[in-house]
């Protein structure tokens, strides 16, 4: 069975130029997050979906990110414009609903320059 | 809200000793999950802990979970250098709509 797959791997932007990562979770699962893990971190909450209902968004910085799962599978997080600060590795992970256990992707390592 | 304590941070130990990582947390919780994550990699799930005194064992890896201490540990046995790495411990809230909050970290790392 495939595992969660984001793309791009790598991304090297320059400050104030936009950028959005993808993510396909494992087929059947419900739930969808997106993480942001800063070098040296544990991961940090961004969002949640489940289906394609953004079910918490609290710690998602609204002026410049946004995401969307429109279909409930596949889910796009964007930021525009892109600051020093957000480089960081993306982390996408997905559960079965109600599930306890999540399945984390290889994560998108983003350098804003 | 929540903290998730790992110590130590940095742990460097020789192959065949063994050593114990803790993780301290900071609400009532009885569902506590540890992941390895290789350079680079991904985050791998190793055990995940659902009640009071519960204890699972992967090879040479043991967790264990006390709720009403608040702490887990992940204990090392006869370490190789194939478990250099760092280890998460993560907190699960929100029963039925799992939140995780995971610690900082503890990047290990085995000399021959």
């Known amino acids: 069975e495939a595992g969660v797959v984001q793309s791009p791997r790598y991304k090297i932007i320059e400050k104030k130029q936009p950028v959005a990562f993808w993510c396909n979770p494992i087929s059947g699962h419900n739930t969808l997050y997106w993480y942001l893990q800063n070098l040296g971190q544990g991961p940090e909450l961004l969002i949640r979906?489940?289906?394609?209902?953004?079910?918490?968004d609290s710690q998602l910085p609204k002026d410049r990110f946004s995401a969307e799962r429109l279909k409930g599978v596949d889910s796009t997080l964007k930021i525009q414009p892109a600051e020093l600060g957000d480089s960081a590795v993306y982390l996408c992970?997905?559960?079965?609903?109600?599930?306890?256990?999540?399945?984390f992707g290889p994560g998108t390592r983003l350098t804003v320059t | 809200e929540l903290k998730v304590e790992q110590n130590p941070l940095f742990l460097s130990m020789q192959e065949g000793k063994n050593y114990t990582i803790y993780c301290n947390y900071s609400t009532t919780s009885d569902r506590l999950y540890w992941y390895r994550q290789d350079p680079g990699k991904s985050l791998e799930s190793l055990f995940v802990?659902?009640?009071?005194?519960a204890v699972k064992q992967e090879g040479r890896l043991m967790a264990s979970l006390d709720t009403k201490a608040r702490l887990s540990t992940l204990h090392i046995t006869a370490a190789v250098h194939d478990l250099s790495a760092t280890y998460f411990c993560a907190v699960g809230t929100n029963f039925g709509n799992e939140k995780l909050t995971f610690g900082t970290g503890t990047r290990l790392t085995i000399i021959p």
């Open positions: 992970a997905s559960s079965t609903q109600g599930g306890l256990e999540q399945y």
């Open positions: 802990l659902l009640s009071n005194g």
């Open positions: 979906y489940e289906n394609e209902e953004a079910v918490d």
